[in-house]
C-alpha cells in the first residue's frame, strides 16, 4: 500500500547532540510537511517543500533544518536540541495541484518520530 | 485561515451516531473544510472534506450549512475505535503551501 513511512517511531537524544529524523512516501507526491506536536497539543507546521522549493514558517526556530534529497525522502535535522524540543515530529505529504487548479490537495500523514531530549 | 470552533469534548456511545459541530463563521468563499481525526500516538488521519456540497465517504458524511458558517462531521455508527481527537479545519484548497492549521479539536470519546 502506498504510504508515510517514518523513522524510528521513537527516537532518544541527549541535549545539545544532533539528530536527523527521516520520511519517506511511495504516494510520489510533490509536496512534503514537517509538523511539530507538543504533548496535549495540536500539530504545528514547522516547514514543507513543494518539490524542491523550500518553505520555512516564520516562527520556525533556526535549530530546525530540513532536506530533500529526491522525491521520496525528506529529513528533519535539528542542530542542537534542547529539552524544549522533546515532542512528536510528524511528516505529511500531498499532491499539489498548482496555484490555479482550484482542487484541494489533501495531506497524508505518517506515524510520527516521538522525540526525547535527556 | 478561517478560524474554527469546536466543543473540548463529546461523549458517544457505541453504535450510535456521533455528531461532531464546528464553527467556521468567517469562512471564505475559496476555502475548503477539512476533517482530520487523530488517535491517541498516532499521526492524523484525513477523514473527509468538502467545499459546499454534502459530502459522504465509507468513513463519514460531512454536512456544511447552505451560508457554509458551520459544519457537521457524522459518524454513521461509532465504535469504540473511533476514540480521538477530531479536527475541523478550514483552508484554501488551490495552494500547497497551505498548511493545515490545527484547532483544539474535539475529544471524542466512544463508550461502550
Known amino acids: 500500500d502506498a504510504m508515510v513511512i517514518q523513522n524510528p517511531r521513537y527516537q532518544v537524544t541527549q541535549f545539545g547532540k544532533p539528530v536527523t529524523l527521516s520520511c519517506s512516501q511511495t504516494l510520489n507526491h510533490n509536496v512534503m510537511y514537517w509538523y511539530q506536536q507538543k504533548s496535549s497539543q495540536a500539530p504545528k507546521l514547522l516547514f514543507h517543500y513543494y518539490d524542491k522549493d523550500f518553505n520555512n514558517e516564520a516562527d520556525t526556530p533556526d535549530n530546525f533544518q530540513s532536506r530533500r534529497p529526491n522525491t521520496s525522502f525528506c529529513f528533519l535535522d535539528i542542530r542542537s536540541p534542547g529539552l524544549g524540543d522533546a515532542a512528536m515530529y510528524l511528516c505529511?505529504?500531498?499532491?499539489?495541484?498548482?496555484?490555479?487548479?482550484?482542487?484541494?490537495?489533501?495531506?497524508?500523514f505518517g506515524p510520527g518520530t516521538r522525540l526525547t531530549v535527556l | 485561515d478561517a478560524k474554527t470552533t469546536q466543543p473540548t469534548s463529546m461523549d458517544c456511545a457505541e453504535g450510535r451516531a456521533a455528531n461532531l459541530p464546528c464553527n467556521h463563521s468567517t469562512i471564505s468563499g475559496n476555502e475548503y473544510v477539512y476533517w482530520y481525526r487523530q488517535i491517541h500516538s498516532q499521526g492524523p488521519q484525513y477523514i473527509i472534506h468538502?467545499?459546499?456540497n454534502n459530502e459522504t465517504n465509507e468513513m463519514a458524511s460531512l454536512i456544511i450549512t447552505e451560508d457554509r458558517k458551520s459544519s457537521t462531521l457524522i459518524l454513521p455508527h461509532a465504535t469504540l475505535r473511533d476514540t480521538a481527537v477530531y479536527y475541523c479545519?478550514?483552508?484554501?484548497?488551490?495552494?500547497?503551501?497551505?498548511?493545515?492549521?490545527f484547532g483544539g479539536g474535539t475529544r471524542l470519546m466512544v463508550k461502550p
Open positions: 479545519i478550514v483552508r484554501p484548497g488551490y495552494n500547497a503551501g497551505n498548511m493545515l492549521t
Open positions: 505529511a505529504t500531498s499532491r499539489a495541484g498548482g496555484l490555479t487548479s482550484g482542487r484541494a490537495d489533501t495531506q497524508y
Open positions: 468538502g467545499l459546499k
